[in-house]
């Protein structure tokens, strides 16, 4: 399976600043620990270890401001730093977060068995996405067992407007928060059959809401299939997607449809009948 021209990142991922706030009351905003944060982000989708030099200039807060950052989160064991090379990486106790979120999620423990139900019935990469802004999150995955995925894995960041799980939540979001995505998101032509006419993507939603189902064909990776369905809380707002992953030449779009379809939509409304609060 190809990568598309951005390696599989998307651009917004790949950004060494967290988000900004949100909240508007600003009273209570520490703005310490935003750039605390951006010292972290500064590792982000980035395999070499990285100077103090090359830290201040991707987070953009000063090599003063980022060497005492880098010194407290090295004290806290966060960051460590090659005696040889006075490099920095970030440390396997960052994984905590990670665990600590898959344990509180309550949609991850329920939906195992569904999608690892759905994976052995296909021999099929399945994955469970959640939504955040304007891109997915992957938060389960079961790998395909015929071929090479994707080389995605929990954590994983892809654009919402040209992928089958995010499109599938955005058919059932306010109209109010598609516009802000299509308005506020850079609709990138990553593939040659990448969709970014914001029209066209509104047709697309009209149809998912009608189908119950997604596809994506070969809109971010170059030989990637997929096909989605979204899950739902119990007061009816969208919570998550579960998608299935095929390559061609192995899988048509026309197969895909026919034989996924209703094991897809299945595994969603079988992981939505449990209620979810968020």
């Not at 997604?214 to 979204?230: C, K, M, N, W």
Request: charged share 25%; net charge neutral.
């Amino acid at each position: 399976m190809t990568k598309n021209a951005s390696n599989g990142i998307d651009d917004r991922a790949s950004s060494a600043l967290p988000p900004e706030p949100t909240d508007g009351d600003d009273r209570l905003y520490v703005g310490a620990v935003r750039k605390a944060f951006s010292v972290l982000y500064a590792f982000r989708e980035c395999s070499d270890p990285l100077s103090l030099a090359e830290i201040a200039e991707r987070t953009g807060i000063g090599r003063s401001a980022a060497q005492r950052f880098v010194h407290t989160l090295k004290a806290l064991g966060y960051l460590r730093q090659d005696a040889a090379t006075r490099r920095y990486r970030l440390t396997a106790r960052m994984l905590d977060f990670a665990c600590a979120y898959l344990r509180n999620d309550p949609i991850v423990s329920v939906a195992f068995s569904h999608l690892q139900e759905a994976s052995r019935r296909t021999g099929e990469t399945v994955n469970l996405t959640r939504r955040d802004d304007d891109q997915i999150i992957f938060v389960s995955r079961f790998p395909s067992t015929s071929v090479i995925s994707a080389d995605l894995v929990i954590g994983s960041r892809l654009p919402i407007f040209c992928t089958s799980p995010g499109r599938a939540m955005m058919a059932h979001l306010p109209e109010a928060v598609v516009d802000d995505i299509l308005s506020g998101s850079r609709l990138r032509q990553y593939t040659d059959h990448t969709i970014t006419d914001p029209d066209a993507i509104r047709t697309r939603l009209e149809a998912i809401r009608r189908d119950g189902f997604e596809t994506a064909f070969q809109e971010y990776f170059v030989g990637d299939l997929s096909i989605a369905a979204p899950i739902f809380r119990k007061d009816g707002r969208v919570s998550a997607a579960v998608n299935i992953a095929v390559a061609t030449p192995r899988w048509t779009p026309e197969r895909m449809v026919e034989e996924l379809a209703p094991i897809v939509v299945e595994t969603a409304r079988a992981i939505s009948a449990n209620g979810w609060e968020r």
